[in-house]
Nanobody, 130 residues
């Protein structure tokens, strides 16, 4: 089973950039679709981006398209989320997740299904100041 540890969160001014990293343990990282989700205070967990393990296709939340980029380095067992032009509404705890599903499926999963993904990280806080 894969274990995930996120890093890279912090405080940034609106318009700034951050790069989140998610390091995975285990030798089967390349066979997992990796996703990023976020949860703001008082709100549910929201899909942000995912990269498919097989096709390499990426899916994004509409509001982050053109600003966020997900990428993965299978040699380093790490998935990244480059976040540019950050807005106050991007502030949240960001979680990475792994599952042997497709990125497309991960992008539309209901909250009850999200709980059953193979692995979740502990989260990293992103704060965006105005």
């Amino acid at each position: 089973q894969v274990r995930l540890v996120e890093s890279g969160g912090g405080l940034v001014q609106a318009g700034g950039s951050l790069r989140l990293s998610c390091a995975a343990s285990g030798r089967t990282f390349s066979t997992y679709t990796m996703g990023w989700f976020r949860q703001a205070p008082g709100k549910g967990r929201e899909f942000v981006a995912a990269t498919d393990w097989s096709s390499g296709s990426a899916y994004y939340l509409d509001s982050v398209k053109g600003r966020f980029t997900i990428s993965r380095d299978n040699a380093k067992n790490t998935v990244y989320l480059q976040m540019n032009s950050l807005k106050p509404e991007d502030a949240a705890v960001y979680y990475c997740a792994a599952d042997r599903t497709t990125a497309q499926a991960m992008s539309v999963m209901s909250p009850s299904i999200l709980l059953r993904l193979d692995a979740w990280g502990q989260g990293t806080l992103v704060t965006v100041s105005t």
